[in-house]
């Protein structure tokens, strides 16, 4: 399973960003989500969708991100809004496979929130 993540950048605070995020053809998923890991930092989850529509979001983030998985095309989008300098990480695509529950992981992007 390869997961190609996209849309990362430089964003002054209050601003926006969407990432993207596409698994390759063949494969089924539970679960689709956004992992960050801020410099000197573990990796953190962002948010997570699950193929019955249910999300989760890491309380730093609710109310300003929004996760959504379209798990027929294999993909998962994060829209950041009100970006904050703190948000600043590189951001990891994850899938979780249905049966096997094996969990794959995305090459990163870069988000940096700075003016």
């Known amino acids: 399973v390869q997961l190609q993540a996209s849309g990362g950048g430089l964003v002054q605070p209050g601003g926006s960003l969407r990432l993207s995020c596409q698994a390759s053809r063949g494969f089924s998923f539970k679960a689709m989500g956004w992992y960050r890991q801020a410099p000197g930092k573990q990796r953190e989850l962002v948010a997570i969708v699950e193929s019955d529509g249910s999300a989760n979001y890491a309380e730093s983030v609710k109310g300003r991100f929004t996760i959504s998985g379209d798990f027929g095309k294999r993909t998962v989008d994060l829209q950041m809004n009100k970006l904050k300098p703190e948000d600043t990480a590189v951001y990891y695509c994850?899938?979780?496979?249905?049966?096997?529950?094996?969990?794959?992981w995305g090459q990163g992007t870069l988000v940096t929130v700075s003016s």
């Open positions: 994850q899938a979780e496979r249905i049966i096997t529950r094996l969990i794959y």
